[in-house]
């Protein structure tokens, strides 16, 4: 782990940059409520945001001389906000493309489940409105499956397209409003919030100011752990929300670059299973591929192929 009083340097952001995430409007409301309402009545989670306004506003930073755990993996997930907004990569718009490209491997446990392993290679094309052409492998089986999904959905937080993505507030208190107005269905809200912002950050369809939002609401959720590991050569942190599953204990993890604060894998285990994707490739681009255009014409929505020594392969569905 870095040194605790650099995390604080690195997480504190420059004017420039808070500009970007917060309106000047948005900045002086935040530093009116916290010089003009008392103390006892400002939340923890108000009061911290505000206290980071505050700071660059008047241009001065207060710096505790003790940080416990939590305050350490809340500097990381700043500095990586600080780098979600910094990051001038290209930005998904109407008309273009998400394609991606990952590898996962998921291994079920033979004592809880049924002992099998999942290997696959993906690629995708993800429109602005959600069509989503997929292009499935699975070295172990031989197989190779051409997938189209329309309309398949209603976007949501569980499933965003980027035109939906589009649409979440971009400041941190108001996203942080909205998933607690939407999220549902795990063992705790803390729990819900965290998957929330799994989902959202891995489908790698926020804006960046939007992005860098959600990294700041992860800062806030409580029972959330960071550490440095390095992805490829690059330096990168994990954060972790441990779960309860029944009477046992499950992780979920999501790896972000320092760079960029964009997700370059995941990870979820449990005592049925463990599982890990990775994102080799994600990009911008303005159409799909005529070649791939053509393999999708010529196996149709649905279809499969085999490799020449596996010619009876099988595809589970």
Not at 114 to 130: I, L, P
Not at 269 to 282: E, N, V
Request: aromatic fraction near 6%; proline fraction near 6%.
């Amino acid at each position: 782990m870095s040194d605790l009083m650099t995390r604080l340097a690195e997480a504190r952001p420059t004017d420039a940059e808070l500009d970007r995430m917060w309106s000047p409007d948005a900045r002086a409301g935040r530093l009116d409520g916290l010089l003009t309402t008392p103390r006892s009545r400002v939340g923890s989670r108000t009061r911290r945001l505000s206290l980071v306004a505050a700071a660059v506003a008047l241009a001065a930073a207060t710096v505790p001389t003790v940080l416990d755990s939590g305050d350490a993996s809340a500097a990381d997930l700043r500095a990586l906000a600080r780098a979600a907004v910094r990051y001038d990569g290209p930005v998904l718009a109407e008309g273009t493309w998400l394609h991606e490209r990952s590898t996962s491997l998921q291994r079920n446990s033979s004592l809880f489940s049924d002992g099998e392993v999942y290997d696959n290679e993906r690629e995708t094309w993800t429109s602005w409105d959600g069509t989503l052409y997929i292009v499935e492998h699975r070295p172990s089986a031989g197989w190779t499956s051409y997938d189209v999904l329309d309309e398949r959905f209603r976007p949501s937080i569980g499933d965003p397209t980027p035109a939906f993505s589009a649409t979440l507030p971009d400041e941190p208190d108001a996203l942080r409003d909205y998933l607690d107005d939407h999220v549902s269905g795990s063992n705790s809200h803390d729990e819900a919030l965290f998957e929330a912002v799994r989902t959202l950050t891995t489908s790698h369809t926020l804006p960046p100011r939007t992005l860098a939002a959600a990294l700041e609401v992860l800062a806030e959720i409580d029972g959330v752990s960071t550490d440095d590991v390095v992805v490829g050569g690059r330096p990168a942190v994990e954060a972790t929300f441990t779960q309860h599953y029944l009477d046992a204990l499950g992780t979920s993890t999501i790896v972000l670059d320092r760079a960029t604060g964009q997700v370059l894998s995941e990870e979820s285990a449990d005592p049925q299973r463990t599982y890990r994707s990775t994102t080799t490739l994600s990009e911008v681009v303005e159409v799909i591929p005529a070649e791939v255009l053509a393999e999708f014409a010529t196996y149709g929505d649905g279809g499969i192929t085999c490799e020449s020594d596996r010619p009876d392969c099988s595809i589970p569905r």
